[in-house]
């Protein structure tokens, strides 16, 4: 079974940077892509980023391209979100997850398993 752990949430002053990490429990971390999505409040789960197996191709949203980067560690299973010059509209749950394969998709369809989430709070 796949448990994935994130971290690194909390409270920010808007103009502020976070750096979300996700751990994975099994090898075959480096074998699959990896994506993080967002859920505030009241709103459906949205894409935020994902990363191809290897790390040589990534995805944005288009309202994180420029502030937010995924990056990856095969060794230590463990993927990141950097996130930058936050806004109070990025608040919400954050959401690591496995992709089904070694592409980086874009929708929740595309993911088997998810982690618990980690909070983000962007104060104005």
């Known amino acids: 079974q796949v448990q994935l752990v994130e971290s690194g949430g909390g409270l920010v002053q808007a103009g502020g940077s976070l750096k979300l990490s996700c751990a994975a429990s099994?090898?075959?971390?480096?074998?699959?892509?990896m994506g993080w999505f967002r859920q505030a409040p009241g709103k459906e789960r949205e894409f935020v980023a994902a990363?191809?197996?290897?790390?040589?191709?990534?995805e944005f949203s288009d309202s994180m391209k420029g502030r937010f980067t995924i990056s990856r560690d095969n060794v230590k299973n463990t993927l990141y979100l950097q996130m930058n010059s936050l806004k109070p509209e990025d608040t919400a749950i954050y959401y690591c997850?496995?992709?089904?394969?070694?592409?980086?998709?874009?929708?929740?369809?595309?993911?088997?398993?998810w982690g618990q989430g980690t909070q983000v709070t962007v104060s104005s």
């Open positions: 099994e090898g075959t971390f480096s074998t699959f892509a």
């Open positions: 990363i191809t197996w290897s790390g040589g191709s990534t």
């Open positions: 997850a496995r992709a089904r394969a070694t592409d980086a998709p874009i929708t929740t369809s595309g993911y088997e398993y």
